[in-house]
């Protein structure tokens, strides 16, 4: 099984900073990637598919990056809308297909 | 647009059996080159991916629930289901169903979630 691990565990942020989340793989899962958004009581929402492409109406300051075992999320500017956590996941070696532990993003 | 609705009990006995239904609106289950999963996530936990079937009837499911799992299609319903037999509390959780894409060499993600149904397996 391929465990993603996500790192940080919180980041603490302001509106208008950057965000830089970290995914790594336990072995290489080429570019089978996905980010997640989930805010509290609502469905998680797919944000970039294949590392590195914004899912449909996802606004441009998302973006995703990396291949192989190492993968990045960025949010150029924090809206107060992006605090949530946020999820990778992999579809390479499955199965299963495994999620990361996830990484809130908290207003500082 | 594409919508999905989980459907089912809430509150389950332990070692009865949980199931549920996601009602695809909007679309043909049968259409495209999708595939249609269950996803579990325990209050205030991560996602933990159930399994997933295609519109031919093609399973795959997490080993570490493979023996108590069974994911069906009614495509005439446009339906989709899950059984969970034996159900104990480490069962209890709010489960989504979602449908996901992939065309090699592309992976195109889960794009459609459903709203999630809380189900409590308990006494």
């Known amino acids: 099984e391929i465990v993603l691990t996500q790192s940080p565990a919180t980041l603490s942020l302001s509106p208008g900073e950057r965000a830089t989340l970290s995914c790594r793989a336990s072995?290489?899962?080429?570019?089978?990637l996905a980010w997640y958004q989930q805010k509290p009581g609502q469905a998680p929402r797919l944000l970039i598919y294949?590392?590195?492409n914004r899912a449909t109406g996802i606004p441009a300051r998302f973006s995703g990056s990396g291949s192989g075992t190492d993968f990045t999320l960025t949010i150029s500017s924090l809206e107060p809308e992006d605090f949530a956590v946020y999820y990778c996941q992999q579809r390479s070696k499955w199965p299963p297909e495994t999620f990361g532990q996830g990484t809130k993003l908290e207003i500082k | 647009q594409v919508q999905l609705q989980e459907s089912g009990p809430g509150l389950v006995k332990p070692s009865q059996t949980l199931s549920l239904t996601c009602t695809v609106s909007?679309?043909?289950?049968?259409?495209?080159?999708?595939?249609w999963s269950w996803i579990r996530q325990p209050a205030g936990k991560g996602l933990e991916w159930i399994g997933r079937?295609?519109?031919?009837?093609?399973?795959n499911y997490n080993p570490s629930l493979k023996s108590r799992v069974t994911i069906s299609v009614d495509t005439s319903r446009n339906q989709f289901s899950l059984t969970v037999r034996s159900a104990t509390a480490a069962d209890t959780a709010m489960y989504y169903c979602?449908?996901?894409?992939?065309?090699?060499?592309?992976?195109?993600?889960?794009?459609?979630w459903g709203q999630g149904t809380t189900v409590t397996v308990s006494s």
């Open positions: 072995q290489s899962v080429s570019s089978y």
């Open positions: 909007g679309g043909s289950i049968t259409s495209g080159t999708y595939y």
């Open positions: 079937i295609y519109s031919s009837g093609s399973t």
């Open positions: 294949d590392a590195s």
């Open positions: 979602a449908r996901g894409s992939m065309v090699a060499p592309y992976y195109y993600g889960m794009d459609v």
